[in-house]
């Protein structure tokens, strides 16, 4: 059973920094694409990075270039999202999925198979 904790969420004033991890259990993360997720309050899920099966590429939302930067531990079986630069519109729920149903396709929610439950992300101003 393929299993996905989020962990790294909390609250920070705009401008600070938080780094999210995702660690899996029953799935080798590395071995196919990872993306993180989020939602925000009252708004649909939508695409921030994800990197591809051996990390040999990263893509990022346009919103969070330069500022977020996915990252693969294949050590730890986990993938990290550095997050500096904070805004209050980066508040959200955020959510790694792994296993692409459709190769390429990193920026597609549905695409995904495995979902974390999510972790808490809340910028102040």
């Known amino acids: 059973q393929v299993q996905l904790l989020e962990s790294g969420g909390g609250m920070v004033q705009a401008g600070g920094s938080l780094s999210l991890s995702c660690s899996a259990s029953?799935?080798?993360?590395?071995?196919?694409?990872v993306g993180w997720f989020r939602q925000p309050p009252g708004k649909e899920r939508e695409f921030v990075a994800a990197?591809?099966?051996?990390?040999?590429?990263?893509y990022h939302a346009d919103s969070v270039k330069g500022r977020f930067t996915i990252s693969a531990d294949n050590a730890e079986n986990a993938v990290s999202l550095q997050m500096i630069g904070l805004r209050p519109d980066d508040t959200a729920v955020y959510y790694c999925?792994?296993?692409?149903?459709?190769?390429?396709?990193?920026?597609?929610?549905?695409?995904?198979?495995?979902w974390g439950r999510g972790t808490q992300v809340t910028v102040s101003s």
């Open positions: 990197v591809s099966a051996s990390a040999t590429r990263t």
């Open positions: 029953g799935h080798t993360l590395s071995k196919n694409a």
């Open positions: 999925a792994a296993v692409l149903r459709y190769a390429g396709r990193y920026y597609i929610a549905s695409d995904y198979i495995y």
